[in-house]
Nanobody, 124 residues
Framework: QVELVESGGGLVQPGGSLRLSCAAS????????MAWFRQAPGTQRQFVAA????????YYADSVKGRFTISRDNAKNTVYLQMNSLKPEDTAVYYC?????????????????WGQGTQVTVSS
């Protein structure tokens, strides 16, 4: 089992940057694929990015490709989401998720563990 705690959200102007962090408990962090999802009010949870347990492979939603970067530090039990060139439509609660072996990295159904979320607001 793993517990996840996100941090780093906040208010940023369009074009700005934020880095989200997700700290995981437990000693088996390096066995889990990790992902970021987001959810805006009145919408379904949306895939943002995922990284395999080793960090070798990364996957992105088309809407964030080229602007967001997912990374992980297995020594620190932490996964990051660097968000650049932020747009108002990036406004959402961002969730960190973990899965031993997701068959579909972009499906929230394949993730067993979730953090509590961190709010990101992009507005002038």
């Amino acid at each position: 089992q793993v517990e996840l705690v996100e941090s780093g959200g906040g208010l940023v102007q369009p074009g700005g940057s934020l880095r989200l962090s997700c700290a995981a408990s437990g000693q088996t962090f390096n066995r889990y694929a990790m992902a970021w999802f987001r959810q805006a009010p009145g919408t379904q949870r949306q895939f943002v990015a995922a990284v395999t347990s080793s960090g070798t492979n990364k996957y992105y939603a088309d809407s964030v490709k080229g602007r967001f970067t997912i990374s992980r530090d297995n020594a620190k039990n932490t996964v990051y989401l660097q968000m650049n060139s932020l747009k108002p439509e990036d406004t959402a609660v961002y969730y960190c998720a973990a899965s031993i072996f997701p068959s579909d990295y972009s499906s929230h159904h394949d993730y067993s563990y979730w953090g509590q979320g961190t709010q990101v607001t992009v507005s002038s």
